[in-house]
């Protein structure tokens, strides 16, 4: 006990010192167990052999005990989209949660989809008597527009606190141009662009098709690349595609092509050299070559970031008096009373996207942004003032959730990139003091969801992981939002054809896009799983 005392105390000083954290990537698992870092610091290591808490198994005990969802759980509403939040109880009775969830049309009750989320959020509250569901809608607590809600008890005051983006001051909520369904028009988001033709939809065997990327720009003509031939095609996407193959297999040093509606038509490609990046561009498609031992290394955009670079969503933080910038932080004195803003906490140097607020055990909040490539920064109290201890914290990704262990050590759940493959959603690293991390190589969960009664059913997304904790400290649940192809979906009880693609790939640059016909890909729904108990 004092040991854990005696390291509490000193951890504030040590951070409050640093400047950049040490990541150390892709840690792989290895037995026998030296120490408990060899456990992912999620169990003990006794004789060489990891004994895992509850929670988490695996022979390091680096992935989530996750449980078979019973299908009444969740949040799931048939005609409006939500993206997840975290689960809070006062008396272990009734359970909580305040979810972004895309501003349903007052007269239809429907919703547009996720890919509106930087124009059309708010923040829901949602009740339920089980904390995993099934969960009912109470009533909005910060309109339109607000977005990725994080709340945590003060333990000083027992006040909750709501960390957020986007300040609640209004926005483009879905009356007049939504679909109703949960989805979003066609071309809603200038990233999201809606074809009539899914190129990808054109299979060419030895190659893998990512909708709406590129190698190169955001918006154009999509470059460099090293050749652009003429296709001997009749127009048609399978046809151009698999000449376009033909021609990348003729051209020395070539491993990906690329084909776009809005560039000279399907009759012409472009060919990009063996390694080339993608970045996202709504206007293209590239197909690329799936040879094992290829150098290729896609770089694949999140929704943030992508709606940053088409100008869709501009972070503007007000500048604090020290020349910071000021954080979007609500308060309320319990569950049923109304979220109070508060304008006054700073933040230096800025940040403020993706909020991922926890309480050391001895009290210090520290809070994870993605700014400053994951920073981690921590206040005297939720009313700041921020200053940053040190950068290069959690993993690489986006939507940190910071949260410590019964043993007062640091961990971080986050949505994993490359984002486009959701058999590794969901990231973990862990750290002794805050300032080295180590990155888990095997991911703690992935988009494939078990359900009672069903099997496993695979989405195409899932992100915005955040654990739900018993009074003890154990964790108890998982919640994630998820995308999942209506047509792949068992839920709804309606058969599913068994020549359609349901793998998590083909769903996720559907969920990721509008479809033009009619439209509900991008429907989402909050997920709660629970996990292994003692």
């Known amino acids: 006990v ?122 829901t509250h949602v009740e339920a008597s089980r904390p995993d569901g099934p969960y009912e809608r109470r009533e909005v607590s910060i309109g339109v527009w607000s977005h990725n809600p994080i709340v945590r ?23 007049g141009y939504c679909n109703h369904n949960g989805t979003s028009p066609c071309g809603e988001q200038s990233f999201d662009k809606c074809s009539e033709k899914r190129l990808c939809d054109a299979q060419v065997p030895g190659w893998t098709c990512h909708q709406g990327y590129c190698s190169g720009d955001v918006n154009g003509d999509c470059g460099p690349d090293i050749a652009e031939p003429t296709l001997a095609c009749d127009g048609t996407p399978a046809s151009c595609a698999a000449a376009a193959a033909q021609a990348c297999d003729a051209t020395a040093g070539c491993g990906s092509f690329g084909m776009s509606d809005d560039w000279f038509g399907l009759n012409h490609a472009k060919l990009f050299q063996s390694g080339a990046q993608l970045t996202s561009n709504d206007q293209w498609c590239v197909w690329v070559r799936n040879t094992p031992g290829m150098n290729y290394t896609p770089m694949y955009d999140d929704m ?141 969960a992935n988009s494939t969801i078990e359900y009672e009664g069903l099997g496993k059913v695979v989405h195409g997304k899932r992100e915005r992981p955040h654990l739900a904790f018993s009074p003890d400290g154990t964790a108890t649940h998982l919640v994630t939002g998820v995308c999942i192809n209506p047509a792949c979906n068992p839920l709804d009880g309606k058969p599913i054809d068994p020549t359609l693609d349901c793998s998590s790939g083909a769903q996720y640059y559907r969920c990721d896009a509008n479809s033009p016909n009619p439209g509900w890909y991008d429907s989402t729904y909050t997920l709660v799983q629970s996990l292994r108990q003692p």
């Open 2 to 123: 004092a040991n854990v005392a005696l390291r509490a105390c000193v951890l504030a000083l040590v951070l409050a010192t640093c400047t950049r954290a040490v990541r150390v990537e892709e840690v792989v698992c290895s037995t026998p167990c030296h120490s408990d870092l060899d456990c992912s610091l999620n169990g003990v290591c006794n004789g060489g052999t990891c004994e895992c808490d509850a929670a988490w198994a695996g022979s390091c005990c680096d992935q989530l005990a996750l449980l078979p969802v019973p299908r009444s759980s969740s949040y799931r509403s048939p005609n409006v989209s939500t993206w997840g939040g975290n689960i809070i109880t006062m008396d272990n009775i009734t359970f909580h949660m305040w979810i972004a969830e895309m501003a349903p049309d007052p007269d239809t009750g429907g919703s547009c989809g996720l890919t509106t989320w930087s124009e059309n959020s708010q923040i």
């Open 153 to 175: 008890v003060d333990p000083a005051s027992k006040q909750l606190v709501m960390w957020h983006i986007g300040g609640g001051g209004g926005g483009r909520p879905g009356k």
């Open 304 to 444: 943030y970031t992508r709606a940053l670079k088409s100008g869709a969503y501009r972070p503007t933080p007000p500048v604090g008096p020290d020349g910071g910038c000021l954080l979007n932080i609500h308060s309320a004195t319990n569950t049923s009373a109304p979220w109070v803003p508060y304008h006054l906490a700073t933040i230096n140097p800025c940040g403020g996207n993706n909020p991922a607020p926890a309480y050391h055990p001895n009290g210090t909040l520290y809070i994870v942004f993605t700014d400053q490539n994951m920073g981690m920064w921590t206040a005297p109290s939720w009313k700041g003032p921020y200053t940053l201890v040190t950068t290069g914290a959690c993993g690489g990704g986006e939507d940190p959730s910071l949260f410590f262990d019964k043993r007062g050590r640091f961990h971080c759940l986050y949505h994993r990139s490359p984002f486009s493959n959701p058999d590794i959603a969901i990231g973990h690293s862990y750290s002794l003091d805050g300032y080295t991390w180590y990155v888990a190589q095997q991911a703690a």
